[in-house]
């Protein structure tokens, strides 16, 4: 990201329409509720981290995409 910024692009993760954030926002979740509800910490950071990964690979492997928003512009 780092780098489309400094060469003035928009970054990739941003423009691509694949649910990177949304993966993280849910494993982030997953992290929240399974300390909340006593889970270990090192378990909790593990079961986080795997369903955020687990939902990117889904992610990949069925070519899932977000959907594009419409512009104004494009209704007649």
């Known amino acids: 990201m780092l780098r489309d910024i400094v060469c003035n692009e928009i ?17 982030g979740w997953v992290l929240v509720f399974a300390q909340h509800a006593g889970v270990p910490h090192g378990l909790a950071l593990v079961l986080a981290a795997a369903c955020a990964t687990g939902l990117r690979v ?14 104004g512009s494009d209704a007649a």
């Open 58 to 71: 889904v992610a990949l492997v069925t070519g899932y995409t977000l959907p594009r928003w419409s512009s």
């Open 11 to 27: 970054p990739t993760a941003l423009h691509d329409h694949r649910p990177y954030a949304i993966c993280a926002f849910i494993g």
